[in-house]
């Protein structure tokens, strides 16, 4: 088979497109043909060999990857015959190897793909979607919400804009560029470029003299704080992740001047939480098959997953980063 494999961190450059002996399952195992394969964020500080999130660097080399969905092509030991042929999907977790054309993975964690559901769509909800679930649990979003959306043309973001849109909120996205800016509009929210001098005066003229109540941000540093300033007091801040390098920084002083609450939605919380990830993955499944959240999707060939980890990186993607074999 093909896959693309890091053999040393450092650039994009580095994922090698090249032919591997196929995997084999091992008990309690399929091995499945990928059909789409998500790339993540976190790949690329993985790439680079900087260590981040609960696991430290990998082995090399390495096949990244952990979200796939394909057909199962072949069964491990003590796994029923039912499941070969299927269309499935799963996150394979930390133990990566989705960059392929074909991948293994543990029974117990499969999903069947709703029918009508795409490859790529599954992709993007057994993983964005299972998080952007666990950011509404945190969240609470309700009509009377006023609600700040950072990085609001990508894949998580276009997800939170649906859900606080389904809730009745009034909602601003902000994003990096008109055309960003113009995929948020199409949504249903109001959209603010954050490439623009003044922007969170664009933002205040979009509330019309309401105060933010909610704002959820995975981006932090100079534009997280930012847009944290706009919540008015009460307000409460749920944060995802730092996008930009660095988190949002934010003070007891700041939260008792306002009598904000700050949570963070992901990390410890989410891997901890009782009843685990599950329930999200087959939750947002549902939620793509009924068309309640629809992820916005951008694919590459495998062959140019160095392209696609550039343009991440350079937040040149609109949606969730996809790989097609």
């Given amino acids: 088979m093909h896959a693309v494999r890091l053999h040393e961190f450092g650039p994009p450059e580095n994922l090698i497109y090249e032919e591997v002996d196929d995997p084999k399952p091992g008990p309690g195992q399929v091995r499945i043909a990928v059909a789409a394969a998500g790339v993540h964020l976190f790949d690329t500080t993985i790439r680079a060999g900087r260590p981040g999130g609960p696991f430290g660097l990998p082995k090399l080399p390495q096949v990244q990857g952990r979200e796939v969905a394909g057909t199962v092509d072949a069964l491990g030991e003590e796994v029923d015959d039912a499941w070969l042929g299927r269309r499935v999907v799963v996150h394979l977790g930390p133990a990566s190897g989705g960059y392929a054309e074909l991948a293994v993975a543990d029974v117990a964690s499969l999903h069947a793909v709703p029918d009508g559901v795409a490859d790529d769509v599954a992709v993007a909800m057994i993983g964005t979607g299972r998080t952007a679930l666990a950011i509404l649990e945190v969240a609470q979003l309700a009509a009377e919400d006023v609600v700040l959306v950072t990085a609001a043309a990508g894949g998580l973001g276009t997800l939170l804009v649906q859900a606080a849109l389904r809730a009745g909120a009034t909602v601003v996205g902000l994003a990096g560029g008109p055309a960003k800016a113009g995929r948020v509009r199409e949504l249903g929210a109001a959209a603010v470029d954050y490439g623009e ?129």
């Fill in 197 to 325: 001098d003044g922007w969170a005066d664009g933002v205040r003229a979009a509330l019309a003299g309401r105060a933010a109540t909610v704002l959820l941000d995975g981006v932090g540093g100079d534009l997280g704080r930012q847009a944290f300033a706009l919540l008015g007091v009460g307000g409460r801040v749920v944060m995802f992740g730092w996008a930009s390098g660095e988190p949002l920084e934010i003070t007891t002083g700041d939260i008792y001047a306002r009598g904000l609450t700050a949570t963070a939605a992901v990390g410890p919380r989410l891997l901890q939480r009782p009843g685990g990830l599950r329930e999200f993955e087959t939750a947002a499944l549902a939620a793509a098959a009924a068309g309640e959240l629809v992820p916005a999707v951008q694919g590459f060939p495998l062959a140019e997953a160095a392209a696609a980890h550039a343009a991440l990186a350079a937040r040149a993607t609109t949606g969730k980063v996809v790989l097609v074999p």
